[in-house]
């Protein structure tokens, strides 16, 4: 029979026992809703946990954080300073194999313009800052070594800073402004733009579709939310922030060995990666006067442990999808092999008119795999539809996302266990004897 | 060339333990364009013999040559396709597919052969036709009385232009007038050139051909003529 004929025929029989077929379907519908859901919201996940790495920089940066001595080296603690400024001049000068070095210095400032006023973090910092944090500027220009050296009092602010300190001002409209820290005059040089996630990105866009906006806005706040801290972000020359904040606190102190809280280095090539901190190592054994109490935090573990995380979640939600899927195919034998034997004379008539073996295994077949391809259809409408009321009801971190592939995987998936259910009873029923079936009462 | 060769047939069925002998040693030739009725009472072995002339089985033992064709141990691909080519057959249950129309019932045949989809309906409108079903064509088997069944019967075996028509008590369900509708049609057939196989225990109806093969215990017991 032609491959037509042999649709036509499944089609007939699947329509003529609509509620024994839909029944029939039932299990793949759910296996391969379940299917696109989960691959949505596992396809969302991964997406929010890359935008998110990609956020907070790639594999080529590394922290110099802080650790604790250990026990043999407890009794010249005090020779090392602990990262300073000068840690940061040191590999500049002695590590070419950095590229960028970023140290900060954090302050919790009151600000004010005007009338407004709150408090916030401001944090000292080196134009490398730019590339280590991954800003990009909506106007003006970020701090400069100028800036540095001068130690002038530029700011540079990130987009909430701006809407709640210069309400209803434009970035463009912002730069020049005076904003006061802890009292002192700075003046606005650059704004940057807003950080957000696809779904804040869509939330905000529907939101103000439906002239809501305003009360709403804010809603992110108290949620999680990785960007915020770029967002909320006042930037001053490190110097500035030395000479105008941190001088006169200890008379000994100069800038150079004043404790800095944050170094972030970036290794100019990922194929020299372990040479880079080899160097760094190095010049902080030095500027740390060989005390061990300091660490090179790499994101390579991070990283991978989220990569590990997201695989394990992809792997259940299959595993889950899968089972309701073999347990829909069981389904379709099940219901296949009752439908034949209601049919074995059906069968005899068609083998005496010269069917093969073959043709009623395919006749057979045919029927299971359109079962299983029409709940599969129904599958996917329900998975799309479960997905966007999952989207409405309880809007997660990350939007769930289905694409093509998923479809086509879940289209795949359906014919597969129509054909695998299909299997039995379709050589069950070839295998019929036409005299005692044309009998069969 | 003969339809149907027999020689020296033996066919034994295995239930349980016991082995039933239903055939025991048939030698039987059927030229092309005979009307054959086969006769005897149940249990005797004539409708064992119609299935190995009908290509629905094979015997255990002998020879068995069908439209020039051996068969004696053809796999199933081979039975089918003899079957489909050379073979109609008219059940006396009739045997329609409640779920297609008369053109559906009449084209199932055809299926199996590789036929267009355009000349398959023209072939089993035009058998249909030749059988008084014109004005039927949309019509289920629920829709139709049992002479009508039969005709549509005949049309599906007819309609592959088989070289062998077989009925088995063709005439079985049906009143003595549709029957004797149905056997004229048979005889008409015949006269066309057709080779014609009945099996049946009515004598009025085996009087319809031109031999008669009596089987008794699984042997031919006597052949002539009526």
């Given at each position: 029979m032609s491959p037509f004929r042999l649709l036509d025929t499944a089609l007939r029989e699947i329509t003529a026992h609509k509620f024994r077929s839909a029944l029939s379907m039932l299990g793949v519908v759910l296996g391969v809703g379940s299917l696109i859901a989960t691959m949505a919201l596992t396809r969302g996940i991964e997406r929010g946990v890359r935008a998110f790495m990609q956020q907070i920089g790639g594999l080529e940066f590394v922290n110099v954080t802080n650790k604790e001595i250990s026990g043999q080296q407890m009794d010249f603690w005090n020779l090392s300073p602990g990262r300073t400024l000068m840690d940061a001049r040191v590999i500049a000068a002695s590590a070419p194999l950095i590229s960028h070095i970023s140290p900060e210095m954090n302050l919790g400032a009151a600000i004010s313009v005007g009338e407004i006023s709150d408090r916030n973090l401001v944090i000292g910092v080196w134009p490398d800052h730019a590339v280590a944090a991954r800003h990009e500027l909506a106007q003006g220009r970020f701090i400069t070594a100028w800036d540095v050296e001068r130690a002038t009092k530029a700011v540079v602010i990130g987009d909430e800073i701006r809407t709640r300190f210069f309400p209803g001002k434009s970035a463009t409209e912002t730069l020049g402004k005076q904003l006061l820290i802890n009292g002192s005059p700075f003046q606005v040089v650059g704004v940057f733009k807003r950080y957000e996630r696809e779904q804040d990105k869509r939330m905000r866009e529907i939101l103000a579709a439906r002239n809501k906006g305003a009360a709403r806005a804010g809603s992110s706040r108290h949620r999680f939310d990785p960007f915020r801290r770029k967002n909320t972000s006042i930037l001053i020359p490190l110097s500035t922030m030395f000479h105008e904040f941190k001088a006169g606190l200890f008379p000994m102190d100069d800038m150079e060995s004043v404790r800095i809280d944050t170094l972030t280095l970036r290794v100019r090539n990922l194929d020299h990666f372990r040479e880079a901190l080899e160097q760094v190592r190095n010049a902080l054994n030095v500027t740390h006067r060989g005390v061990d109490d300091f660490d090179l935090e790499t994101r390579e573990e991070w990283f991978d442990r989220m990569e590990s995380n997201i695989a394990a979640t992809k792997m259940s939600g299959g595993l889950i999808a899968a089972i309701s899927l073999i347990v829909g195919g069981i389904g379709i034998t099940n219901i296949m092999l009752a439908s034949i034997t209601e049919r074995i004379r059906e069968i005899g008539i068609r083998m005496a008119v010269g069917a093969r073996q073959r043709d009623i295994f395919l006749q057979i077949l045919a029927e299971s795999v359109s079962i299983s391809l029409l709940g599969g259809a129904c599958g996917i409408i329900a998975g799309i539809a479960l997905v966007e009321v999952l989207i409405r009801v309880a809007p997660t971190e990350n939007l769930p996302v289905i694409e093509a592939t998923s479809i086509l995987l879940s289209v795949a998936f359906a014919v597969l266990i129509g054909a695998a259910s299909g299997i039995y009873p379709a050589l069950k029923a070839s295998r019929l004897e036409p005299i005692s079936a044309l009998r069969y009462e | 060339m003969d339809a149907a060769v027999l020689e020296d047939i033996t066919k034994v069925y295995r239930?349980?333990?016991?082995?039933?002998?239903?055939?025991?040693?048939?030698?039987?030739?059927?030229?092309?364009?005979?009307?054959?009725?086969?006769?005897?009472?149940?249990?005797?072995?004539?409708?064992?013999?119609?299935?190995?002339?009908?290509?629905?089985?094979?015997?255990?033992?002998?020879?068995?040559?069908?439209?020039?064709?051996?068969?004696?141990?053809?796999?199933?691909?081979?039975?089918?396709?003899?079957?489909?080519?050379?073979?109609?057959?008219?059940?006396?249950?009739?045997?329609?597919?409640?779920?297609?129309?008369?053109?559906?019932?009449?084209?199932?045949?055809?299926?199996?052969?590789?036929?267009?989809?355009?000349?398959?309906?023209?072939?089993?409108?035009?058998?249909?036709?030749?059988?008084?079903?014109?004005?039927?064509?949309?019509?289920?088997?629920?829709?139709?009385?049992?002479?009508?069944?039969?005709?549509?019967?005949?049309?599906?075996?007819?309609?592959?232009?088989?070289?062998?028509?077989?009925?088995?008590?063709?005439?079985?369900?049906?009143?003595?007038?549709?029957?004797?509708?149905?056997?004229?049609?048979?005889?008409?057939?015949?006269?066309?050139?057709?080779?014609?196989?009945?099996?049946?225990?009515?004598?009025?109806?085996?009087?319809?051909?031109?031999?008669?093969?009596?089987?008794?215990?699984?042997?031919?017991?006597?052949?002539?003529?009526?």
């Open positions: - | 239930v349980g333990d016991q082995e039933i002998h239903a055939l025991a040693g048939v030698s039987l030739t059927i030229p092309e364009g005979d009307f054959v009725a086969i006769t005897g009472p149940s249990g005797s072995g004539k409708s064992t013999l119609m299935h190995l002339l009908g290509c629905l089985d094979t015997p255990t033992a002998g020879r068995m040559e069908i439209c020039g064709k051996d068969l004696s141990s053809a796999n199933s691909d081979t039975l089918a396709r003899a079957r489909n080519r050379e073979i109609g057959f008219v059940f006396q249950a009739f045997n329609l597919l409640p779920k297609l129309d008369v053109v559906g019932n009449v084209e199932l045949p055809l299926l199996y052969s590789n036929v267009s989809t355009r000349e398959r309906r023209e072939r089993a409108i035009a058998a249909a036709q030749s059988v008084g079903l014109g004005e039927r064509l949309k019509n289920r088997p629920a829709q139709l009385s049992g002479g009508q069944c039969q005709r549509v019967a005949i049309a599906r075996a007819l309609v592959n232009n088989p070289r062998i028509l077989f009925g088995d008590e063709p005439t079985g369900n049906l009143d003595s007038q549709t029957g004797r509708m149905v056997l004229d049609l048979f005889r008409s057939l015949n006269e066309g050139g057709r080779t014609i196989v009945l099996v049946t225990h009515d004598p009025k109806v085996a009087a319809t051909a031109r031999r008669i093969i009596e089987i008794h215990d699984g042997r031919i017991s006597r052949e002539y003529s009526p």
